[in-house]
């Protein structure tokens, strides 16, 4: 147990780190990522600048780090949206069943039927890119996997002895909900946010490189990778760097996730 909290604890703190570096990133950044100095275009990393610069002689490592803003925050804002709209969708079909329950998960195999990053990328095609419409977009191909988790738990869980001695005494189906069956859901429903971010930020670093994402001269790591793409052969620091933060970044994460599923697991209880 001691060796899976201190786990827990090590990939805990570096995702926070991560976080941290993303919230105070314009404080971080040893140059102006925006910056443009065509003298300093494509120079290799070196001391004045440890990572190069790009086409437009911007600090790469100042822009890798502002690029955290937007890639950490924007994969943490949608899969914050996703699982809660998801849970809330699949508590109430799990609960009611019946026509509600058919309706809402037929309308999920909707969304399921379609490969998810190609369904995106239609969805923020015809809203017409932007980094609030790839948000939108991935949102709307990610609820059902949350929705149909959080149903199959709730049915489990409604049926039990506490749930059924609560409904004898009284209580109401909202103080069942949250007081209840959420607290005993939410574990198998965190540790599957947390390993979706990474998925998510890859997939939203997929659309910003295809030109549905970030729009220019914002710095973020999938645009980052495509703005270098052309020069990979004479300038392959443009690409590395980026491409290496999103590594990082998820390898991060999904270890994170895999940390908190062995902690919450109940055969090590």
Same mark, same amino acid.
């Given at each position: 147990?001691?060796?899976?909290?201190?786990?827990?604890?090590?990939?805990?703190?570096l995702?926070?780190?991560?976080?941290? !570096?993303?919230?105070?990133?314009?404080?971080? &950044?040893?140059?102006?990522?925006y910056?443009?100095?065509?003298l300093?275009?494509?120079?290799?990393?070196g001391?004045?600048?440890?990572?190069?610069?790009?086409?437009?002689?911007?600090?790469?490592?100042?822009?890798?780090i502002m690029?955290?803003?937007?890639s !950490?925050?924007?994969?943490?804002?949608?899969?914050?949206?996703t699982?809660?709209?998801?849970?809330?969708?699949?508590?109430? &079909?799990?609960?009611?069943?019946?026509?509600?329950?058919?309706?809402?998960m037929?309308i999920?195999?909707v969304?399921?039927?379609?490969?998810?990053?190609?369904?995106?990328?239609?969805?923020?095609?015809?809203?017409?890119?932007?980094?609030?419409?790839?948000?939108?977009?991935?949102?709307?191909?990610?609820?059902?996997?949350?929705?149909?988790?959080?149903?199959?738990?709730?049915m489990?869980?409604?049926?039990?002895?506490?749930?059924?001695?609560?409904?004898?005494?009284?209580?109401?189906?909202w103080?069942?909900?949250?007081?209840?069956i959420?607290?005993?859901i939410?574990?198998?429903?965190?540790?599957?946010?947390?390993?979706?971010?990474?998925?998510?930020?890859?997939e939203?670093?997929?659309?910003s490189?295809?030109?549905?994402?970030?729009?220019?001269?914002?710095?973020?790591?999938?645009?980052?990778?495509?703005?270098?793409?052309?020069?990979?052969?004479?300038?392959?620091?443009?690409?590395?760097?980026p491409?290496?933060?999103?590594?990082v970044?998820? !390898?991060?994460?999904?270890?994170?996730?895999?940390?908190?599923?062995?902690?919450l697991?109940?055969?090590?209880?």
């Amino acid at each position: 147990m001691n060796e899976r909290k201190a786990r827990l604890a090590f990939f805990l703190a570096l995702g926070a780190g991560l976080v941290l !570096i993303a919230v105070f990133a314009p404080y971080l &950044c040893p140059y102006d990522p925006y910056e443009q100095n065509l003298l300093e275009a494509q120079l290799p990393p070196g001391a004045a600048h440890p990572l190069g610069t790009d086409r437009y002689g911007r600090d790469m490592l100042s822009r890798i780090i502002m690029g955290s803003t937007v890639s !950490i925050f924007a994969a943490l804002i949608l899969v914050t949206a996703t699982a809660v709209f998801g849970t809330f969708v699949g508590m109430i &079909c799990g609960w009611r069943g019946g026509k509600t329950d058919t309706v809402l998960m037929r309308i999920s195999d909707v969304f399921l039927a379609f490969p998810g990053l190609v369904f995106a990328l239609a969805v923020a095609g015809m809203l017409g890119g932007g980094v609030q419409n790839a948000i939108l977009a991935l949102g709307v191909i990610s609820w059902p996997k949350f929705a149909r988790l959080s149903r199959s738990l709730t049915m489990t869980h409604k049926e039990s002895d506490y749930v059924m001695a609560s409904r004898l005494s009284g209580s109401s189906l909202w103080k069942i909900q949250v007081k209840h069956i959420l607290p005993n859901i939410a574990g198998p429903i965190l540790v599957t946010a947390v390993l979706d971010i990474g998925t998510m930020m890859m997939e939203l670093a997929g659309l910003s490189f295809l030109g549905l994402g970030v729009k220019p001269p914002m710095a973020e790591w999938g645009s980052m990778i495509n703005d270098g793409r052309v020069l990979l052969q004479t300038a392959p620091w443009m690409v590395l760097a980026p491409g290496g933060a999103i590594f990082v970044t998820v !390898i991060v994460f999904n270890l994170l996730g895999d940390a908190l599923r062995d902690y919450l697991d109940p055969k090590y209880r």
